[in-house]
């Protein structure tokens, strides 16, 4: 179970050197912050990781010799009532799961000496085989599981800033099938049936269409028509280069802002706002004889109007109302300005929190896998792997920028570990349940010596996977 965390812990014994033969102690010492971030990130995901295979492990009576968190030489280990060693060992890059295998018995029959018939009879694979795959699949979704919860967290403790990707500027180079074409304050709904609300959304969606050549279905709503629109772009080997693959609304030829929508969140008490009625959720229509289509359109409205008497045309769950408000004033730089007592952006509520938190995971798993489809098929720059230096170094700035934005890689890579581990690749949990699947098929296990072989091939090919993501991080350093 620990074979690919032993792989790991090269690959970051290799990082380590290099930053070691790069500098002198003062940048050692500047690295301090970068390396336990990354070993609270690493650790976390690993020990979640396997715990998940731990837990399922034990419900089906499988014997666990240890859980070990950490690599190396154990310096603190404690035993529970069933016998299990649970250690902290030297090296806090990686953890495992001991079992007890039937293969482990013939091969170092020293080594489970001590352990009590019941013991030696609860091996891994004396286990059904629903059963021995659950534990292999526990350990990927409990990283799923993780992700969900960090993501639900961080929705419940952040504003939905309810923005809208607006259309600014289009190229008239753009190559239309649909007889309408973008213009300018046009807001984006979705692209291919994918709902878009910022940045992050709209180059995840097009990035998986990198290599692809046929249509592209953007659906835009624009203030002179009263139903969404759809345009229809062409494209042709879409995203062809890793430089077009760092901005794909420029490649397309898209100048977009990201618009906070004129939706009220929080009203002041006893403020302006407050005293004219209006309400959170509240989506303001017109102010006076101006029409509002961002929130910015408030604020700027509200600036120029202090102590004026303002209707505000609003749509309150589909009912529409016209509130007179007394704009408040406040002075700021000696100038008299308006104020409405007003925040955008809405909270969410648990459900909510949770709902959005299962679909980030959901969404950015199926993006994970596309682009590793799309890197081996060669649609996708390689550039974009990252090994334990990369990772070190956004761990490092996420963790400088505050919790959330720690928390929030956190939750991305416990995506990427969980996906990357359920692929069908030996020495993976996703290889250990192809060979589970092989031998159902079969009605029995593969022989030993074309498992040795694939497990030798999936190893050298996980190394060198890792080693290139390794050469990825110090180019970049150059």
Not at 131 to 158: D, K, V, Y
Not at 190 to 207: G, M, P, R, Y
Not at 406 to 414: D, E, I, K, Q, T
């Amino acid at each position: 179970m620990n074979t690919k965390f032993k792989i790991f812990i090269s690959m970051a014994i290799i990082g380590s050197y290099y930053a070691y033969s790069s500098n002198s102690w003062g940048y050692l010492l500047s690295l301090i912050p970068y390396l336990l971030a990354f070993a609270v990130l690493l650790g976390v995901l690993v020990t979640i990781h396997e715990f998940g295979h731990f837990i399922v492990a034990r419900m089906c009576n499988v014997y666990v010799q240890r859980f070990s968190i950490g690599m190396g030489p154990v310096f603190y280990k404690k035993y529970d009532k069933y016998g299990t060693e649970f250690a902290l060992s030297a090296v806090p890059l990686g953890g495992y799961v001991s079992m007890i295998t039937n293969k482990l018995i013939e091969l170092d029959p020293e080594s489970v000496k001590n352990l009590s018939e019941d013991q030696l009879k609860n091996t891994f694979d004396s286990k059904p085989k629903w059963q021995r795959a659950s534990i292999m699949f526990a350990g990927p979704l409990a990283n799923f599981l993780l992700s969900i919860f960090i993501f639900t967290a961080i929705f419940l403790n952040t504003i939905d800033p309810q923005t809208v990707p607006v259309i600014n500027k289009a190229s008239q180079d753009i190559s239309y099938s649909s007889s309408s074409s973008f213009e300018a304050y046009d807001k984006i709904i979705s692209i291919n049936n994918t709902t878009v609300k910022d940045a992050k959304d709209i180059n995840l969606e097009l990035l998986s269409y990198a290599g692809f050549s046929g249509e592209l279905n953007f659906l835009i709503s624009r203030s002179t028509n009263s139903n969404p629109l759809n345009i229809k772009v062409s494209v042709i080997d879409f995203l062809p280069t890793s430089e077009s693959q760092k901005s794909p609304t420029e490649y397309m030829g898209l100048d977009i802002s990201y618009m906070m929508q004129p939706i009220i969140g929080k009203v002041l008490p006893g403020g302006a706002a407050d005293q004219g009625g209006l309400k959170s959720n509240d989506l303001v229509l017109k102010i006076g004889n101006s029409n509002i289509r961002f929130a910015n359109d408030i604020r700027t409205i509200i600036s120029e109007n202090p102590e004026t008497n303002l209707e505000f045309k609003i749509n309150r769950g589909g009912e529409i109302l016209f509130l007179p408000i007394t704009i408040g004033s406040q002075v700021n730089n000696e100038e008299m300005v308006g104020i409405l007592g007003v925040s955008f952006g809405t909270s969410r509520s648990i459900g909510q929190s949770f709902s959005k938190g299962v679909y980030e995971t959901y969404n950015l798993s199926v993006k994970t896998l596309q682009f590793i489809g799309k890197m081996l098929t060669g649609n996708m720059g390689t550039e974009n792997l990252s090994g334990p230096i990369g990772i070190a170094q956004m761990a490092g700035n996420t963790a400088q920028a505050g919790f959330l934005p720690f928390m929030y890689l956190m939750a991305l890579l416990s995506i990427s570990l969980a996906v990357l581990n359920l692929l069908p690749i030996p020495v993976l949990d996703g290889g250990q349940l192809t060979l589970l699947g092989i031998e159902a098929i079969r009605g029995k296990p593969l022989p030993e010596k074309a498992e040795n072989i694939i497990y030798t091939g999936g190893t050298v090919l996980v190394g060198m996977l890792m080693i290139f993501a390794i050469f990825n991080d110090i180019s970049r350093f150059f």
